[in-house]
């Protein structure tokens, strides 16, 4: 049973348009924290989210905690193809604990 | 600052041999350092947690025999695979813990593609 269900898994969409990318769980958490990683690298984080309800915005992507901290969104608005990339949620266990993914959103951006 | 390198970035190895794969932290110390598996359109996978000075706590189903690791200093985690298959063949990525840095952030290094032949 994965802790964090990502969703969805794969994402091909024209330039221009919007997506919502969701991360979902049965628990609840301090904060969760959003990746973005490219092919033959290491993910880098885009952000977290520590408070419930907690809206942030990076450009052109908005994170959104869920107000009982279960969940995550992430909006990407008129994506490019430089969006491309594999989009991961995480959540830390507890203060220096292990990082737990979801199980990614590969998402293709086509000119 | 806050940079984690690995080496090799790539490297191919026949059936049974073994692979050392390094992971430094550049500019800071690091006591906790993870290292992850990850295959081809999947998210990445904890293999095992490295502490400095002691042994690794690896996760459920990962053979702690055939993935060794070593944590001797406060920059440098190594993970060598043992007796290497072609089903090892995986991208492995190492993080380290920002120590006095940020805590509650992961560093992640470029990873390691590994094929086995």
């Known amino acids: 049973t994965q802790l964090l269900e990502q969703s969805p898994q794969f994402l091909s969409i024209q330039e221009g348009e919007n997506l919502t990318v969701y991360c979902n769980s049965s628990s609840v958490f301090s904060s969760l924290q959003w990746y973005r990683q490219e092919p033959g690298e290491g993910p880098v984080l885009l952000v977290t989210v520590v408070t419930g309800g907690e809206v942030k915005k990076l450009k052109r992507l908005t994170f959104q905690f869920g107000d009982a901290r279960k969940d995550s969104s992430l909006h990407i608005t008129a994506a490019q193809p430089g969006d491309t990339g594999l989009y991961l949620c995480?959540?830390?266990?507890?203060?220096?604990?292990?990082?737990?993914f979801g199980q990614g959103t590969e998402l293709s951006v086509k000119p | 600052g806050a940079v984690v390198s690995q080496h090799p970035s790539w490297v191919i190895c026949k059936s049974g041999t073994s692979v050392k794969i390094e992971c430094r932290s550049l500019d800071f110390q690091a006591t906790t350092m993870f290292w992850y598996r990850q295959f081809p359109k999947q998210s990445l996978m904890l293999m095992a947690t490295s502490n400095e000075g002691s042994k690794a706590t690896y996760e459920q189903g990962v053979e702690k025999d055939k993935f060794l690791i070593n944590h001797a200093s406060l920059t440098l985690s190594t993970l060598t695979v043992t007796s290497a298959h072609p089903e090892d063949s995986s991208f492995y990525i190492c993080?380290?813990?920002?120590?006095?840095?940020?805590?509650?952030?992961?560093?992640f290094g470029p990873g390691t593609r590994l094929t086995v032949l």
């Open positions: 993080s380290a813990d920002g120590d006095g840095v940020n805590t509650d952030t992961q560093y």
């Open positions: 995480a959540v830390r266990l507890n203060q220096g604990g292990k990082l737990i």
